[in-house]
Nanobody, 115 residues
Framework: QVQLVESGLCLVQAGGSLRLSCAAS????????MGWYRQAPGKQRELVAF???????DYADSVRDRVTISRDNAKNTVELQMNSLKPEDTAVYYC?????????WGQGTQVTVSS
């Protein structure tokens, strides 16, 4: 079993920045993909960014020029740095780990960007 625990600033003004962190623990296979998804009210959950243990990375087009994802493979942690935040970035952000066909989710953390 894998547990994901998220942390980070939750209330930010438009134009500001935030950094979300996620720590994974439990039975984690060495090869995995960690990432962040978000779900705004009334919308489907969507990918924000992911980064694999081999360094493979991708970002959603809507955040590509404003977001950086990083990870520490030794510590099984992943961080999301978001800049130039917009009110439409308001959502519940979920940490995600995928490995050996299994998908694990964090509990989610509410991020609110005020205008």
């Amino acid at each position: 079993q894998v547990q994901l625990v998220e942390s980070g600033l939750c209330l930010v003004q438009a134009g500001g920045s935030l950094r979300l962190s996620c720590a994974a623990s439990g039975s984690i296979f060495r090869s995995n993909v960690m990432g962040w998804y978000r779900q705004a009210p009334g919308k489907q959950r969507e990918l924000v960014a992911f980064k694999a243990t081999d360094g493979g990375t991708d970002y959603a087009d809507s955040v590509r020029d404003r977001v950086t994802i990083s990870r520490d493979n030794a510590k099984n942690t992943v961080e999301l740095q978001m800049n130039s935040l917009k009110p439409e970035d308001t959502a519940v952000y979920y940490c995600n780990l995928q490995s050996l066909g299994m998908i694990y989710w964090g509990q989610g953390t509410q991020v609110t960007v005020s205008s």
